[in-house]
């Protein structure tokens, strides 16, 4: 059983810079994985970002060397910095957690349907 809460998110125009947050508790163990989605309005959820804890990392293509994420796994904090905010990263950000895969790799895809464990998610809005 794994509980995650999300930090609040929050606006700001387009380049500049928020850091989410995501507690994470409940029982775990050093073999699982945790994420970060986003889902915009009319599209399909979108993996971010992933990490196990080795600290092997997946990112989208699309905030590549943009955003950041990180496991704070003595505090069980998962961070996202996210860097050069753009409009088009304008969505509901959710983190998340498998205990159904335990470690990024090998291809890691970061389909939703492997994670198990949800927050309720927090709103990130950049502006132009």
């Known amino acids: 059983q794994i509980q995650l809460a999300e930090s609040v998110g929050g606006s700001v125009q387009a380049g500049g810079s928020l850091r989410l947050s995501c507690s994470v508790s409940?029982?775990?163990?050093?073999?699982?994985?945790v994420a970060w989605f986003r889902h915009v309005l009319g599209e399909k959820r979108e993996g971010v970002a992933a990490?196990?804890?080795?600290?092997?990392?997946k990112y989208a293509d699309s905030v590549k060397g943009r955003f950041t994420i990180a496991l704070d796994t003595v505090k069980k904090i998962l961070y996202l910095q996210m860097n050069g905010l753009e409009p088009e990263d304008t969505a509901m950000y959710y983190c998340?957690?498998?205990?159904?895969?335990?470690?990024?790799?090998?291809?890691?895809?970061?389909?939703?349907?492997?994670?198990?464990?949800w927050g309720h998610g927090t709103q990130v809005t950049v502006s132009s």
């Open positions: 990490i196990d804890a080795e600290g092997t990392r």
């Open positions: 998340a957690a498998s205990t159904i895969r335990s470690w990024v790799s090998p291809g890691h895809t970061m389909d939703p349907n492997e994670y198990n464990y």
């Open positions: 409940g029982h775990t163990t050093n073999n699982y994985v």
